[in-house]
C-alpha cells in the first residue's frame, strides 16, 4: 500500500462516483483512477469525458476504464455502485437489494489480491460496509463508510447559515445511522473555542431552534431526491475528502462510518461515529461523552440496524451463492 504511484479503483460510475472523480480533479493528489461498472461502454465513456479536462484540472491523473484485475494494486477501493434511493423509500428498504450486488463486488475486489482499503458510499452505507467486512476478511480498520461524514457537511453548512459564522469554526457531529435515525449531540458542539449553548446563550437565541436545524438535516436528502431524483454532489466532495485524509496520513477527525468494537456500547457493527482517518484507515474512534438522551438515540439507532442485518443482511452473506 501507498508506494509512490497512488491509484484509486472506483466501482460505479453514477452521479455519486463521477462526482467524486470531478472533485478528484480539481484537488489533485491522485495519480491513476481507474473506473469499473457493469456497464463497460459507459465506464470508458466517462473516462474518455474527464481525461478531455485534465489539461485545465491540477492535476496530470490518468483516467482509464478498466476491470477487477486493476484493484489488485490500488491503495484504494471506492465502492458507489449499486441500487439508487428512489422518492419516499428509505435507505434501510435498500438494503436488501444492494448487499447481493455488495457482496459480489467485494468477491471480486478481493480475488484480484487487493490488499489496501475500501470505502464504502452504496447505500445503506453502514449495512453495506458491515457486508464489506464479512465477505472480504479484511481487518475492520481498513473498510470505512461514508458514514454520518456529508450529513455533518450538511450541518455545519446550516448552523453557518443560522449563526453566520464560518463553518471551520463549527464543530459539532452527526452521530448514528447514516438515515432517519442519526442525531446531533449537541452537548459536544462547539462554536469556535466556546461550548454551543453557551454562544447562544450569550447572542440570545433559544436552544429550541436546534431541533429545527437538525430537521433540515435529517430531511435534507429527502428533499433533494423530491426535486432532482438524487444527490450526489455533496456526497461527492465528501468522499474526495475521506480520500485525501487516507493518502495523506493527516490524522483528520471525520464522522465516517466505522466498525464498533464497543466504545459506544454496541459491537460487530457498522455505523457513524467521530474517527481518527489516516494511511491505516481508521486508527481511532473518538468516544464523545453522550448524555442519557444522546446515549439513547444512539442505542436506537444501532438496533435499528442490527435488526437488519438479523433479518436480511446475514442472510444474504451466509449465501454461498
Known amino acids: 500500500m501507498f508506494d509512490e504511484k497512488r491509484k484509486v479503483v472506483l466501482i460505479g460510475t453514477g452521479f455519486v462516483g463521477m462526482s467524486m472523480a470531478y472533485?478528484?480533479?480539481?484537488?489533485?493528489?491522485?495519480?491513476?483512477?481507474?473506473?469499473?461498472?457493469?456497464?463497460?461502454?459507459?465506464?470508458?465513456?466517462?473516462?474518455?469525458?474527464?481525461?478531455?479536462?485534465?489539461?485545465?484540472?491540477?492535476?496530470?491523473?490518468?483516467?482509464?476504464?478498466?476491470n477487477y484485475h486493476e484493484c489488485r494494486d490500488a491503495d484504494i477501493v471506492v465502492i458507489?455502485?449499486?441500487?439508487?434511493?428512489?422518492?419516499?423509500?428509505?435507505?434501510?428498504?435498500?438494503?436488501?437489494?444492494?448487499?447481493?450486488?455488495?457482496?459480489?463486488?467485494?468477491?471480486?475486489?478481493?480475488?484480484?489480491?487487493?490488499?489496501g482499503i475500501i470505502v464504502v458510499a452504496s447505500n445503506p452505507v453502514d449495512l453495506m460496509s458491515y457486508v464489506v467486512k464479512k465477505v472480504s476478511g479484511l481487518p475492520a480498520?481498513?473498510?470505512?463508510?461514508?458514514?454520518?461524514?456529508?450529513?455533518?457537511?450538511?450541518?455545519?453548512?446550516?448552523?453557518?447559515?443560522?449563526?453566520?459564522?464560518?463553518?471551520?469554526?463549527?464543530?459539532?457531529?452527526?452521530?448514528?445511522?447514516?438515515?432517519?435515525?442519526?442525531?446531533?449531540?449537541?452537548?459536544?458542539?462547539?462554536?469556535?473555542?466556546?461550548?454551543?449553548?453557551?454562544?447562544?446563550?450569550?447572542k440570545g437565541i433559544e436552544h429550541t431552534e436546534l431541533e429545527h436545524i437538525h430537521q433540515e438535516v435529517r430531511d435534507a436528502a429527502y428533499k433533494i431526491i423530491e426535486r432532482k431524483k438524487a444527490t450526489y454532489y455533496g456526497i461527492g466532495l465528501s468522499l474526495n475528502r475521506l480520500l485525501q485524509a487516507?493518502?495523506?496520513?493527516?490524522?483528520?477527525?471525520?464522522?465516517?462510518?466505522?466498525?464498533?468494537?464497543g466504545q459506544y456500547t454496541d459491537e460487530d457493527i457498522y455505523i457513524g461515529v467521530p474517527a481518527v482517518v489516516n494511511r491505516s484507515g481508521v486508527k481511532e474512534i473518538i468516544k464523545l461523552d453522550l448524555n442519557k438522551n444522546d446515549q439513547e438515540k444512539f442505542n436506537h439507532s444501532c438496533k435499528t440496524l442490527k435488526q437488519t442485518i438479523k433479518e436480511t443482511i446475514d442472510q444474504i452473506i451466509e449465501d454461498k451463492a
Open 23 to 66: 472533485s478528484i480533479m480539481n484537488t489533485g493528489g491522485i495519480d491513476e483512477l481507474v473506473l469499473i461498472d457493469v456497464n463497460e461502454e459507459k465506464a470508458q465513456g466517462e473516462a474518455m469525458d474527464i481525461s478531455d479536462g485534465l489539461p485545465y484540472a491540477k492535476t496530470h491523473m490518468k483516467v482509464i476504464a478498466g
Open 80 to 115: 458507489t455502485a449499486g441500487a439508487a434511493q428512489k422518492p419516499g423509500q428509505t435507505r434501510l428498504e435498500l438494503a436488501g437489494i444492494n448487499a447481493k450486488i455488495i457482496k459480489n463486488i467485494t468477491k471480486q475486489v478481493m480475488s484480484s489480491g487487493f490488499n
Open 141 to 202: 480498520n481498513r473498510v470505512i463508510g461514508s458514514g454520518t461524514i456529508l450529513d455533518t457537511a450538511r450541518l455545519r453548512h446550516k448552523m453557518c447559515e443560522y449563526l453566520n459564522i464560518t463553518s471551520s469554526n463549527i464543530h459539532a457531529y452527526v452521530l448514528g445511522e447514516h438515515g432517519d435515525s442519526s442525531f446531533v449531540s449537541w452537548d459536544n458542539a462547539y462554536v469556535g473555542c466556546l461550548k454551543l449553548y453557551d454562544y447562544l446563550d450569550r
Open 246 to 261: 487516507i493518502l495523506n496520513d493527516e490524522n483528520a477527525i471525520l464522522t465516517v462510518s466505522a466498525h464498533q468494537d
